[in-house]
């Protein structure tokens, strides 16, 4: 039967709108499931002012049969084996005839129940009462409360629409109660009406200017742009951000166009593109790459008969380019020296230092990663890079428009004389941003950006910040994925317990966290960030756990192991090698280390299985060096015969002190060795249940 839950709110950002709904549909399902109601279907719709539910649920739960439990067989039935008084007070509390009665079997014994059909409740009574819970249950960074409810939610919630099988689900909300009306849009169509089904519903917001798909919206501007655009034979400047939010923000979309006197095309595109986006949200539109004395804008309304919106557009933007174009003329009449001299005076962090320290660090850093890594630039590049990378921070632009720190740096070096090398990478060095970003797309972008990321992320942890559940006030997380995969996507062959006690030594003694705690907590954070980087890109849960357990001090040779794990699990040799390797980890649990006496074996077996442990260990381990971890792993299938042999023919487990530990010791090898190349305990086989 279907399902429909419309929640009305005030304008709430695209994140945020999007935070609820996974939240409310995984509480929901999870809701549904535990009660045994079936659910096939459910998907999400969305406006900054509307958040919905829509789905196919089973009209209740199945009926089902319960034996209840009375005495036992023994109190029940006499010897003759008539009912007794007990048996007859049962039959008789249950409302059933004594014949009814049968002989239950339990853990205890025997006794006489009687079996009750349980009818199952409908779905409209059970979502009556998890509705609320269903609806409260998303958690945003800001959240507020409203009248004198005690509610707190995103925005104020202004109507709940709620229908199963076309008829009202009943449930109140902080004194707000379930209906079957909605509003169209909030301009242009306020009025009231009344909702039968999700078709009914969807078809009378179009007639009422509303459009509750958002993909529906977004395809819908994009083909308004398009038809505005083909005469001018333009494009958009990309900003699949904005188009993105806006696609949110309004509710019918309606596209235009507008200008700006030319006189303004004397400033960067940069500088250009953000100022109207950012407080306008406003479109650059380019052809071949250079910037048009046009925009285009997008307005929540069905249109611009008399050119109020563009008009209002116009005029506003023109005021701050005016602002933009002052800004760059006062920023470009200071040397860009003058510019880094005044990060003296910028607090990184109150027990950090200054910017100026900060850049001081990152030259020595950049320059290591940059021998390390075969940069193609020269030291003096990367030194200028970091030297300059946050001088735009005091400039007059940054300080107006902050999302352009980074380009204004490599746009003021390219004006002031540095190398092209230098400035891109300075423009480059704060990508990426987020998971999804893209990286710098030099090298030398990359190293500065790595440099600049540890630096921020050992610096906060060693005075004492950690993260704390969705808490992470100095993106913490962020710098992490970022500096992991800048690593990976690069493939930076680096060592990153080596880099850490790098930047560990920058900071000389500011840091009061001892530096073994500060190496320690890191290498646990960043095996979480790789974890859900290879997880996200779809490796199975147990391979990436055994590719991590192999080690992370090298996360380029973590991926490797992966990828040469999820290779060869097709092998008929890998499963057997699998569970040889859990039968040696289960023998070692809890020995303790012995030294290997190869002089010390007896049997046949044994010598045969040293033998080929040294050949095969001489053979993995410097093919695991180089990063092959197909072919070394291929080279231990090797071991698993001679294994099953050795189990076969010698008793570890001997009573001879001597000749027990020295077998215990030669398994310990085998597993060190084991583990150098993945942590094959937890590779889940075909009928393992996996750990949890």
């Known amino acids: 039967m279907e399902f429909l839950l419309e929640i009305r709110v005030e304008e709430m950002p695209l994140s945020h709108v999007r935070t609820a709904l996974a939240e409310m549909s995984s509480r929901l399902t999870e809701a549904l499931a535990a009660r045994k109601i079936a659910v096939s279907s459910l998907r999400s719709l969305s406006s900054t002012r509307r958040l919905v539910l829509v789905g196919d ?3 209740g739960q199945p009926d089902r049969e319960d034996v209840i439990a009375g005495p036992s067989r023994a109190a029940a ?15 008789r509390s249950k409302g059933v005839s004594p ?7 339990t853990e205890k014994g025997e006794y006489v129940g009687v079996r009750k059909l349980i009818r199952g409740q409908p779905t409209s ?10 609806i409260a249950a998303p958690s945003f960074p800001k959240m507020m409360r409203w009248g ?3 509610m707190r939610f995103s925005r104020p919630i202004r109507g709940l629409l709620c229908l199963f099988g076309g008829e009202v689900v009943a449930f109140s909300l902080d004194g707000l109660s379930s209906g079957e009306t909605t509003t169209g849009h909030a301009l242009h169509a306020p009025e009231a009406f009344r909702v039968a089904s999700f078709e009914g519903y969807r078809t009378a917001l179009r007639e009422r200017l509303v459009l509750i798909d958002h993909e529906e919206r977004k395809s819908l501007i994009r083909d308004q742009i398009g038809k505005l655009l083909a005469p001018l034979e333009a494009e958009l400047f990309p900003d699949e951000a904005l188009l993105d939010k806006l696609a949110n923000d309004v509710e019918w979309p309606f596209a235009f166009l507008g200008s700006f006197p030319e006189a303004f095309l004397e400033l960067p595109i940069e500088v250009l593109s953000t100022a109207m986006r950012e407080g306008q949200k406003l479109f650059s539109v380019v052809r071949g790459g250079r910037q048009l004395p046009i925009f285009i804008g997008l307005a929540d309304a069905p249109g611009d008969p008399k050119g109020f919106i563009r008009q209002g557009h116009e005029r506003v933007l023109k005021a701050r380019l005016a602002d933009a174009r002052f800004f760059w003329a006062q920023d470009l009449q200071v040397p860009l020296k003058k510019h880094a001299a005044k990060l003296r005076n910028v607090l990184f962090q109150e027990k950090l230092g200054t910017y100026a320290d900060k850049s001081e660090r990152l030259g020595k850093l950049v320059r290591y990663l940059g021998r390390k890594t075969g940069a193609a630039s020269s030291d003096e590049d990367l030194a200028a890079a970091a030297e300059f990378c946050k001088a735009d921070l005091v400039t007059d632009m940054v300080r107006e428009f902050p999302s352009l720190q980074g380009k204004m740096g490599g746009l003021y070096a390219r004006r002031a004389g540095l190398s092209p090398v230098a400035a891109l990478a300075i423009a480059e060095h704060y990508q990426p941003q987020s998971v999804d970003d893209r990286l710098p797309s030099s090298l030398e972008g990359a ?3 790595l440099a600049d990321k540890l630096d921020a992320i050992v610096g906060v942890v060693g005075v004492g910040v950690q993260t704390t559940g969705s808490g992470d006030p100095f993106g913490l997380r962020r710098n992490a994925q970022g500096v992991c995969r800048i690593i990976l996507e690069k493939r930076l062959d680096l060592s990153i317990g080596r880099l850490l006690e790098r ?3 920058g900071y000389g003694d500011r840091l009061k966290r001892p530096k073994a705690e500060i190496v320690d907590y890191l290498r646990e954070f960043f095996a979480g960030r790789l974890r859900t980087l290879f997880e996200r890109e779809g490796f199975r849960y147990d391979l990436v756990g055994a590719a991590l357990g192999a080690g992370i001090d090298n996360f380029l040779h973590a991926r490797l192991r992966i990828i040469a794990l999820e290779d060869l699990k097709s092998s008929p040799r890998f499963e057997p090698m699998i569970l040889m390797a859990k039968r040696v980890n289960n023998i070692l649990a809890r020995t303790s280390p012995y030294p290997l006496d190869p002089g010390g074996f007896v049997e046949k077996a044994e010598r045969d299985l040293h033998a080929t442990y040294i050949l095969v260990k001489n053979n993995a381990l410097p093919l695991a060096a180089k990063g092959d971890f197909d072919q070394a792993q291929r080279v231990l299938f090797r071991l698993e015969p001679l294994l099953g042999i050795f189990f076969e023919k010698v008793l570890v487990m001997a009573k001879e002190t001597k000749l027990r530990r020295n077998r215990l010791a030669l398994l310990q090898a085998i597993r060190k060795t084991l583990g ?11 009928g393992e249940k996996p750990k949890t």
């Open 57 to 59: 649920f089973a009209a």
């Open 77 to 91: 039935y006499a010897a003759d084996g008539s009912p007794t008084a007990a048996a007859l007070g049962f039959a």
């Open 99 to 105: 014949a009814e009665l049968e002989v239950v079997r």
């Open 125 to 134: 009574e059970i979502l009556g009462r998890v509705l609320p819970d269903v």
């Open 148 to 150: 004198t409810g005690a």
């Open 447 to 449: 190293l500065l950006s």
């Open 503 to 505: 930047v560990l030594a």
């Open 676 to 686: 150098r190349i993945a942590d094959y305990s937890q590779v889940v086989v075909e």
